[in-house]
């Protein structure tokens, strides 16, 4: 990790929560289910489909999956109860990934059940580099297992991706592709940003030119965007092969864009209460806005800005 992100990393864990959750509000639906309901319907409106996510992740105790399966269970039937367009995604860490293998499997498997009798879809996030290998595993298990509705993600920043991308693009998989945002050491990520670019485009193509399987292109990057579209155009994929993926609050006119030009879109939709350490990655990404709130917490004004 760069001394400077670092730095500005501690500096962010040691910043008071309401001043957060500030700039976290703009990105999170709210602290309830209800509150992500309400966000769902207005992105229906607008043509956008949606991803619904609770937040949190990394249990340390197996005791504490139970409320993390039970909130996905009651968010699949709101989004059937309300006729929503939306599916969920989770996050292995929060259903005992590092824990308990099995015990993760078995809650996943039994997310997945209640998805499909209501044929709804779940996207397992990826996480940080200490999982990458095992969350693939656990994709391959629930597929081999039967589950067809269950769909992984891809980090264009980490240097395993291109060959993780073909292998997936062969067996068919949907695959969200994004640049990736934890903190990783140059030996496994990409730390240029044009490198990271570079890598985004070439894995797109693997997935968007494979005979088979779905691609969420997940990126707010008007370039990837630009080349999103270009390899659609020149690959001839229908909606059916592909969708443009963006967070709750950023840039909404590049989002009204693409869906005025016909392309399918769906926005991720966090809610729940362990909302600071997603908000902590967020202000990482955005270092004009991590230094907003830093100069709040120092008490600089405007004119120190």
Request: aromatic residues 8%.
């Amino acid at each position: 990790m760069r001394p400077s992100r670092r730095l500005l990393l501690r500096l962010l864990l040691l910043t008071p929560r309401p001043l957060v959750w500030r700039f976290a509000r703009t990105y999170i639906a709210g602290e309830t289910l209800e509150d992500a309901v309400t966000t769902v319907r207005v992105l229906n409106a607008e043509g956008c489909r949606a991803t619904v996510d609770v937040l949190g992740e990394e249990v340390t105790r197996l005791d504490e999956v139970r409320a993390f399966v039970d909130a996905y269970k009651e968010t699949l039937d709101r989004i059937v109860a309300e006729g929503l367009d939306a599916n969920v995604s989770v996050k292995p860490t929060a259903l005992g990934l590092r824990i308990d293998p099995q015990h993760a499997f078995e809650a996943h498997a039994e997310i997945l059940a209640h998805a499909r009798r209501h044929g709804l879809f779940v996207r397992m996030d990826m996480e940080d580099s200490s999982v990458t290998v095992a969350t693939l595993d656990l994709y391959r298990r629930l597929r081999e297992a039967g589950y067809d509705n269950v769909g992984v993600v891809l980090q264009a920043y980490l240097r395993r991706t291109l060959d993780d991308a073909r292998r997936l693009a062969a067996e068919g998989a949907s695959v969200r592709l994004c640049k990736g945002i934890y903190v990783e050491p140059r030996e496994l990520a990409y730390q240029a940003f044009d490198v990271v670019r570079a890598s985004f485009v070439e894995a797109l193509e693997i997935l968007l030119g494979a005979e088979r399987g779905y691609c969420g292109i997940a990126t707010h990057d008007e370039m990837l965007v630009f080349h999103g579209r270009r390899l659609i155009r020149r690959l001839e994929r229908g909606p059916d092969r592909y969708e443009f993926q963006m967070l709750l609050g950023v840039d909404h006119q590049l989002r009204r864009l693409l869906v005025g030009e016909g392309h399918p879109l769906r926005v991720y939709v966090p809610y729940g209460r362990a909302w600071f350490g997603y908000s902590i990655r967020r202000l990482l990404e955005n270092p004009r806005m991590a230094a907003h709130v830093m100069r709040n917490v120092l008490g600089f004004g405007p004119d120190r800005a």
